[in-house]
């Protein structure tokens, strides 16, 4: 396979007094920069910025984040190592609202750190340290096992589109939606993606051409509204994106635009599937409507990377994320397998089955 190397993701050097490295997606394609986080702030910002984006690269970077929170208090006693874990957890958990990995990642290092009285601060947090990077490389499994399940719904000769960017940049490495490219890909297939640019802060253009690109998969960048065009000219035979919350009955959030091109890819009889580990559904939620959406700062349209391309105090409504139905989702891969139909009883069954063979 043609990639060029880069950088991890997601780094965590030393041991438990050590810090999280991460590459910098703000400055992509143009300059691949890490940065050192070296306390809870620094990792809720970059989270909050998207230096590190994707649902399950945030949940990652959490992880971490939670060890960096508690290092100051690895000789504290245990009530106020227990209260640091809560607001460390409390202070990420604020970050961004929709990707449920944040906080599936969150609950897991606060079960471990509470668990057994009888530990040092010290044991408590190298026991922080060893769940994060299990949560790290569990991601990377899922990642290529996604990427297996999901290349077998392409063929040789298929043209696929995609939006944002789920790639290894978004996870620990590999993707969701870019793994099952990849994975195609590196088994023969001729495949060939569409990217969305992913209006307004570009994340196809600048994260998933680049990742496509290092990895030698032929890829033609579009703009968002260019989708139905190459879609009527019979260019796109699927579209597979990444999620950021899937509620019980398959209601599927993801980057803001995702619903739109799953209405068009109905409306040409297009496949449209969603890449996603488990980690990623939420079946304390019914339905989409329960999954919040992140709403961001008007700047990113009106002044996007710093040009001013609208009129002064012109009104803006930027929510992040939407919401596609179940019923316009023709299947969920997961690194267990792909559901279809999608419907409450068969995601049940899925993570059901998935629960036992864990
Ligand atoms: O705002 P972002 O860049 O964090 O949004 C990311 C997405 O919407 C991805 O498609 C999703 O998190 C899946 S990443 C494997």
């Known amino acids: 396979m043609a990639t060029k ?50 649902a399950p690269a945030i949940g990652v970077a959490a992880a971490y984040g939670v060890c960096v929170g508690l290092q100051t208090s690895a000789n504290a ?13 409390a202070y990420l958990a604020s970050s961004r609202p929709t990707a449920v990995n944040l906080f599936w990642a969150l609950e897991r ?20 340290l060893a769940e994060a990077r299990a949560i790290h490389e569990e991601d990377r499994a899922m990642c290529h ?10 063929a040789s000769g298929d043209s696929v589109l995609t939006h944002c960017n789920a790639g290894g940049l978004a996870t620990a490495e590999y993707g969701t939606a870019l793994s099952v490219f990849f994975k195609a890909h590196e088994q023969g297939k001729k495949i060939h993606v569409f990217v969305d640019e992913t209006r307004p ?4 253009a600048r994260l998933t051409a680049w990742e496509l690109m290092q990895h030698g998969v032929p890829a033609t960048l579009i703009c968002d ?25 398959g209601d599927t959030a993801n980057k803001i635009g995702t619903d739109s091109l799953a209405v068009l890819a109905r409306a040409h009889g297009i496949p449209f599937y969603i890449a996603a580990p488990t ?41 992040a994320f939407d919401v596609t139905p179940a019923e316009y ?17 068969t995601i049940a069954l899925h993570l059901s089955l998935a629960g036992e063979q864990a």
Not at 111 to 125: F, I, N, P, T, W
Not at 201 to 204: A, P, Y
Not at 229 to 245: C, H, L, N, P, S
């Open 5 to 54: 190397t880069r950088p991890e993701t997601l780094q965590w050097l030393g041991e438990t007094d050590g810090c999280l490295r991460l590459i910098d997606q703000t400055l992509l394609p143009l300059e691949c920069r890490q940065i050192d986080c070296p306390d809870v702030t620094a990792v809720w910002e970059a989270i909050k910025q998207l230096r590190v984006r994707g």
């Open 77 to 89: 006693d245990r009530a106020v190592f227990d209260e640091q874990l809560k607001k460390t957890t």
């Open 109 to 128: 290092m606060e079960r471990v750190g509470m668990h057994d009285a009888a530990r040092s601060s010290a044991e408590r947090l190298a026991a922080l």
């Open 145 to 154: 096992a996604i990427g297996e399940h999901g290349a077998r719904l392409l």
């Open 201 to 204: 802060l570009l994340q196809g």
């Open 225 to 249: 509204s260019m989708a139905a065009q190459v879609m009527k000219e019979g260019r796109v035979q699927a579209v597979v994106t990444g999620a950021d919350r899937i509620a019980a009955n």
């Open 279 to 319: 980690s990623t559904f939420d079946t304390s939620i019914q339905s989409g409507e329960q999954i919040p959406i992140e709403q961001r700062q008007a700047e990113e349209i009106t002044c996007g990377f710093g040009k001013q391309t609208a009129p002064d105090g012109v009104a803006v409504y930027n929510p």
């Open 329 to 345: 989702i023709q299947a969920l891969i997961t690194e267990h397998g792909v559901i279809s139909p999608v419907n409450q009883k």
